[in-house]
């Protein structure tokens, strides 16, 4: 083998992995270490303070109520939008063209930007001039303060979360249900089993490893939400929709608290790379499969 | 399923189709007619679908309440840029990782997947500072070079690469053609379909992409429409609607005419993307 051959490879490989190692691997190890000490951004030195940033994030209220607003919305939007997409999936899981059409229409707010979404459900919302109020009075229910106020202002925006999300997981759920063999369902169908036992008994089992992977790629996204906050609340009203990267973004580029802010990225980062870890537990089980 | 046999149930599964299709279509088309009203006609209730008289000139208002020339232009060089770069490194990187058998190889891989789930929100403050040592803030290099590769699309890339047949490389080496020309003639068009689902995928997410330039720049020089559009909360006090959704009509009619003419495909590339 010439040298060169013997080479290649790492030539090859080595402006992907240069880039990897120096835009996502090093911040990593870089954050953990900045974590551990007291730091302006303008001054030269920084301050080691060892755990000090991690002991005051957890006595900080503020800090605690953007740990629950952040695990409230990560349950709701993730549950909810997972129980309607497999409700649609089964319901949209059909040949034609309509649903075709439908599917599409569900599918559409993926690929908008988030910008757009925030703007157009921030307008839908408004409270005094929003299609959305108009729609409950037409129906005769009460105007709703939406955004405007700390008991709704989270729901609101698990509402758009949901609304962006379910056309996605539905369309995976679709994906999967098509991939569950036509013979068990007509095994079933000569038992005269009927639909809900048929559906726990073979549509749920069969499903549940894209359920899986649907419920933690939903978990990690859900709990780094930051471009709707960033834009449809800023955190408000009275941080009842601050969350754990708006408040990162707000102690780092805000308050020039470095340090403090990247020991909010370290619990962010644990929280991740939990999820990751049974991530790859699973994505390595399913490989197995194939 | 039976739902052609039973009326009851037949009307209400097309209730529910019609009624879906309004959660999804009616937030567009409210977008749409407020794009187009006067601000008098935006501050009524109950609402007004057909604004009385048409007002095209909201756009032009969106259009020179900032530099937006400039920021359509860094949408496009950013999202352009990307996509070439990505491509050059990325199928370098899975041919070297499909075909070659070398020391190390695993774990340079291993490093490729921890990256496929390390998210930008992860990392924009260490990022943020190397970028400033560096001098790169406020420029489009801070929102081009670290996505220059893509973890996913090398995952992706270098399946359908194991996939082409032993054979006809076999057959390529024989005649003593060099790498460059497998990996160009043979390797690229068999990786064709999965090529293009990675386009679209990487042009639409950074096409889209509000949160890296929004913690990269601070001046209007490296900022992109995304930010731009942002910003028209700004304008005259924050409740321009009228101007506000014609800004926002800018952003998302290029995306939805591209997803009307190549819906399936794009649909594929995400649903792919998402199951593999």
Redesign the interface.
Known sequence: MTLWS?L???V??A???A??????????F??IY?SFFNWD?INPVKEFVGLDNFTELFRNNEFLQVLSNTLNYTLLTVSLSIVISLF?AI?LNREGT?YG????????????????V????M??M?P??G?LN?LL?LVGLPKLEWLSSPDSSLLSLVLVAV?KGV??NA??FI??LQSIPKDMYEASALDEANRLRTFYKITLPMLSP?LF??II?NL??SF?V??TI??MTKGGPVNSTNTL?FY??EY??RYFK?GY??AA?VV??VV?GLL?LV??KLLSRKVHYQ | MPIEQRPLLKVLHYLGMVLLMAAFVIPFLWMISTSLKSYAETVIFPPKWIPSKIMWSNFTAAWESGPFLKYFMNSVVVSISILLLQFTTIILAAYAFARYRFKGGNLLFGITMVTLMIPGQLIFLPVYLLMSKWGLLNTLFALILPFSSSAFGIFMLRQSFKQVQEELIEAARLDEAPEWKIILKIMVPMARPTLVTFALFSFIAHWNDYFWPLVMTTTDAARTLPIGISKLREVDGGAAWHILMAGNMILVIPILIVFSLAQRHIIKAFVYSGVK
Do not use: C, K, N
Request: aromatic share 26%; no cysteine; net charge neutral.
């Open positions: 013997r290649r490879p790492y090859m490989v402006p992907s992995i880039i990897f190692s120096i835009f996502f691997i090093y911040p990593i870089y954050m900045l951004f649609l319901w309509w059409i439908v599917q599409g229409a569900l599918f559409s707010p993926h690929i908008i930007s988030l910008v757009s925030s703007l157009v459900w307008w839908l408004d005094q001039f299609l108009w009075q609304w056309g996605y369309l995976i994906a999967g894209t992977f649907l790629i990690i996204s780094q930051f471009e960033a834009i990267v990162i973004y780092g580029f470095i802010a990247s990225g962010l980062l991740v990751t991530y790859f």
